[in-house]
């Protein structure tokens, strides 16, 4: 544009637009008498938009780079397509494992920054029943929780959630091989 401005005494700019490419702009008060270097010319408000030879085969050049790059592309996202489908099963297993995690922990992080008092499901293979200091107890494999609450329906400050209507009733859960919840 410099080269051309210096050259024909034309004050150019280089313009682009994405269904044009790159493309040329004087100003429109020369009326169509450009010189014949400068061809396809179209008025638009106050410019005359137009090309050179050398800018038509230079805008030619970068959209074939531009369609090869986009093939390069796409052909690489393919590549990787094809590998994570064939490792689908271990990508859908990691992804269930960290969404267990992140659950655990959510709930570890509530149980430590609570004032309320949590118990822990005690889990036993004795064949007898104990009673522990903590307040569940265990026998053959059984899982018990004596004053337990749902970890869910209390809010993160250590206090009932608002669905709550009254105060809080524990529950005591008891889960063996013969016996479910």
Same mark, same amino acid.
């Given at each position: 544009?410099?080269?051309?401005?210096?050259?024909?005494?034309?004050?150019?700019?280089?313009?682009?637009?994405?269904?044009? %490419?790159?493309?040329?702009?004087?100003?429109?008060?020369? %009326?169509?008498?450009?010189?014949?270097?400068?061809?396809?010319?179209?008025? /638009?408000?106050?410019?005359?938009?137009?090309? &050179?030879?050398?800018?038509?085969?230079?805008?030619?050049?970068?959209?074939?780079?531009?369609?090869?790059?986009?093939?390069? &592309?796409?052909?690489?996202?393919?590549?990787?397509?094809?590998?994570?489908?064939?490792?689908?099963?271990?990508?859908?297993?990691?992804?269930?494992?960290?969404?267990?995690?992140?659950?655990?922990?959510?709930?570890?992080?509530?149980?430590?920054?609570?004032?309320?008092?949590?118990?822990?499901?005690?889990?036993? /293979?004795?064949?007898?029943?104990? /009673?522990?200091?903590?307040?569940?107890?265990?026998?053959?494999?059984?899982?018990?929780?004596?004053?337990?609450?749902?970890?869910?329906?209390?809010?993160?400050? %250590? &206090? /009932?959630?608002?669905?709550?209507?009254?105060?809080?009733?524990?529950?005591?859960?008891?889960?063996?091989?013969?016996?479910?919840?």
């Amino acid at each position: 544009a410099d080269e051309y401005s210096e050259t024909y005494d034309i004050n150019v700019q280089v313009k682009e637009t994405t269904s044009r %490419g790159y493309y040329l702009s004087v100003p429109a008060d020369l %009326g169509l008498d450009l010189p014949q270097i400068f061809i396809q010319p179209v008025k /638009n408000g106050r410019f005359i938009h137009c090309s &050179t030879e050398e800018v038509y085969s230079l805008n030619s050049r970068a959209q074939e780079n531009v369609q090869d790059l986009l093939m390069m &592309t796409h052909s690489r996202i393919q590549e990787v397509l094809e590998v994570a489908r064939a490792h689908y099963d271990s990508l859908a297993s990691l992804s269930d494992a960290i969404a267990l995690l992140d659950m655990c922990h959510c709930f570890a992080d509530n149980v430590a920054s609570s004032r309320l008092p949590w118990c822990r499901p005690m889990l036993s /293979n004795r064949d007898s029943i104990a /009673n522990q200091d903590d307040g569940s107890f265990g026998r053959s494999g059984a899982m018990a929780i004596r004053n337990g609450r749902y970890a869910i329906d209390v809010s993160s400050n %250590g &206090t /009932n959630s608002p669905s709550d209507c009254g105060d809080f009733v524990p529950n005591d859960t008891y889960s063996s091989a013969l016996q479910n919840f």
